[in-house]
């Protein structure tokens, strides 16, 4: 395996790489022109069974597994599959992560609405099976909370399903849309609106951002521009522009690619209603108004009413994070330790990838902001990614404690 200098500057500075050959559908700007005035929920809920049921046939699947973080996504593709298939048993799987707000009893609360089984892997140490997480998905990313969920459903099912893609085919990230339209104006070009967006994302990257990268990676935030600025360069409605963007950002590049890598090592059937063809193809072409309400900042209009028309908008929580870990206690508690083992002595620093004075500069500190710790666990995913497959002096099965 080589090292493609382009690959670590964009996944250390935007958490992709467009560079890697899609999972899903390309879209362009012109697949986010808005076709109809109004959606159907009547669509939407009968290409949704219909998936399913081409996925799954009832005769012959009795059992499976399914993510569900108690949020609008994974509860609504809960209660299609007991809507589709009522029969089916359902293994339904929750993340509790240490120190970090705990959302799993709402997800209880779902599991018993439908009368399911319901598990909780709580994780002590997030990072401990990294090595072997990497060494799945080839890629060097951190946040790989999928591996754990996907581990734990192999005890029960060959078939893992989950709400991935609600947030960007159908509009869930309201806080970016918000702090968005509030630095863009009817003049801005298409440059600043490039650079907005970015801002909406400033944890994927650090002030000094160009400091990080050694005398082998060239870095230039025109480089970073240049990748953004054409899905902003057309004649969408600003919010649509941000939804094209979103797409093919890190659910293209990101979350696909990785779920689905992890999904086939552990030989599991991904079920992914949201990501449909049909499902994203009709969500792309709504207007940004049938999926955002800027007014009230809500987001997912077409999901929120259908969990109205089931009931199930009173069990869900209003503020919802999905599987996250809060990774400032992340970092307190075995993040920067580790990062201080594997990156005193980093070979991405001795091979030139990575500037080794950033590194001595911030790696002491205790009063880091969340940009600096995300930034720390990237070089440290980057560095058990380069022992594994470059210098290829780290076994898969090292835990980090």
């Known amino acids: 395996m080589l090292v493609d200098p382009n690959q670590i500057r964009n996944i250390l500075t935007l958490r992709y790489d467009p560079s890697q050959k899609p999972l899903l559908p390309q879209l362009t700007w012109k697949d986010f022109v808005p076709k109809t005035s109004d959606f159907s929920l009547d669509f939407i809920e009968k290409s949704i069974e219909n998936y399913i049921l081409k996925k799954i046939h009832s005769s012959d699947v009795k059992r499976l597994s399914l993510a569900l973080s108690g949020g609008v996504d994974s509860s609504l593709v809960l209660a299609f599959l007991k809507k589709t298939i009522p029969d089916l048993t359902i293994d339904a799987i929750s993340i509790k992560f240490a120190d970090s707000i705990d959302e799993t009893k709402t997800a209880e609360k779902i599991a018993e609405h439908f009368g399911i089984n319901h598990h909780v892997l709580f994780l002590e140490n997030y990072l401990k099976e990294l090595p072997k997480a990497i060494s799945i998905t080839k890629l060097p990313f951190w946040d790989l909370h999928w591996y754990y969920v996907a581990k734990k459903s192999k005890n029960f099912s060959n078939y893992l399903a989950a ?16 702090k968005f339209l ?11 609106k490039t650079k907005a967006y970015l801002k909406c994302h400033e944890r994927d990257s650090v002030i000094d951002q ?3 990268f050694g005398e082998k990676i060239s870095f230039d935030w025109n480089l970073i521009y240049d990748q953004i600025l054409p899905h902003f360069d057309n004649s969408l409605s600003d919010l649509d522009q941000v939804f ?10 990101n979350f696909a690619p990785i779920n689905q890598r992890i999904n086939n090592y552990f030989e599991l059937t991904s079920i992914a209603p ?5 499902i994203i193809f009709y969500a792309s072409h709504l207007h940004s108004k049938q999926k955002y309400d800027d007014l009230n900042n809500i987001g997912k209009i077409p999901l929120q009413q259908l969990l109205r028309k089931y009931n199930l908008d009173s069990l869900i929580l209003k503020a919802k994070q999905g599987f996250s870990v ?42 880091l902001d969340v940009r600096y710790v995300n930034k720390f666990l990237g070089l440290l995913a980057l560095e058990i990614w380069y022992r594994l497959f470059i210098t290829q002096e780290m076994k898969s099965d090292t835990n980090l404690s």
């Open 163 to 178: 709400g991935d893609g609600g947030d960007e085919v159908f509009g869930g990230y309201t806080f970016r849309y918000a």
């Open 182 to 192: 509030s630095l863009i104006n009817l003049k801005s070009s298409t440059l600043e």
């Open 210 to 212: 160009e400091e990080i």
């Open 244 to 253: 094209l963007a979103d797409y093919n950002g890190k659910l293209m590049y």
């Open 274 to 278: 949201l990501l449909s063809t049909k």
């Open 326 to 367: 809060d990774t400032l206690n992340l970092w307190k508690s075995y993040g920067q330790e580790l990062c201080k083992y594997y990156l005193s002595d980093a070979r991405i620093v001795k091979d030139q990838w990575i500037n080794g004075n950033w590194i001595l500069k911030h790696i002491g500190r205790n009063d």
